[in-house]
């Protein structure tokens, strides 16, 4: 059984340009999570995807989004690049609700480099 | 609000030696917690889980926590360290998202620990 698995495994880009991230979750969970983890810091919570919506988000700022699509996989895409923006982008993935929904399982990530 | 706090930022054992890693929560439920440990360039892998069946949580490699709520802690041990325990811990808690049905987690910043031979 697979797990979590993300692309591309690194990335660089520069400043301005626009950025897309891909997560297939693992076989049977259907909630897909994104987080950023800047170097030397804990990740940080950016978007969670359920039913091909945003169900929550935290406190990033709109040149971050997402999507969804029917067979649960996931794409995070960063409009205007920003220097800050240079980190580890972890996906992870969760079981349907009522089936330990809470335990989240995570990708290896991909390591965006914006110069 | 949840959040966590992991109190060393940097944990230094020796090689057979114990090891322990504290974590501080605050949570407005009741929550579960989480240890996961992330090895240098990798994704990060859960350790174990608390949901409340028991305070004593036994992982993966040997890791162990416990939680105790009179104290917000839930610190992380293991008896005798070996070398591959070398990595990044972070103490995670996760809490249900207001009526969404969604849990979000909160990571602490993380403790880096070292094993010397």
């Known amino acids: 059984d697979a797990g979590v698995t993300q692309s591309p495994t690194h990335l660089i880009k520069t400043r301005g340009q626009q950025v897309t991230l891909r997560c297939s979750p693992k076989s049977g969970h259907d909630t897909v999570s994104w987080y950023q983890q800047a170097l030397g810091q804990g990740p940080q919570f950016i978007f969670q995807y359920y039913e091909e919506e945003e169900r929550q988000r935290g406190n990033f700022p709109d040149r971050f989004s997402g999507h969804q699509f029917p067979n649960y996989s996931s794409e995070l895409n960063v409009n205007a690049l920003l220097l800050g923006d240079s980190a580890l982008y972890l996906c992870?993935?969760?079981?349907?609700?009522?089936?330990?929904?809470?335990?989240?399982?995570f990708g290896p990530g991909t390591r965006l480099t914006v110069l | 609000a949840q959040s966590v706090t992991q109190l060393d930022s940097h944990v230094s054992v020796s090689e057979g030696t114990p090891v322990l890693l504290r974590c501080n929560y605050s949570s407005s439920y009741s929550p579960s917690l989480f240890w996961y440990v992330q090895h240098p360039n990798k994704g990060l892998q859960l350790l174990l889980k608390?949901?409340?069946?028991?305070?004593l949580v036994k992982g993966i490699n040997g890791f162990e926590a416990e939680f105790k709520k009179s104290e917000t802690s839930f610190h992380l041990t293991k008896p005798s360290a070996h070398m591959s325990d070398a990595a990044e811990y972070f103490c995670v808690v996760s809490d249900l998202y207001s009526g969404a049905g969604s849990y979000q987690l909160t990571f602490g910043k993380g403790t880096k620990l070292s094993v010397i031979p």
């Open positions: 608390y949901t409340s069946a028991a305070t």
């Open positions: 992870a993935s969760s079981l349907p609700m009522g089936l330990d929904t809470d335990t989240q399982y």
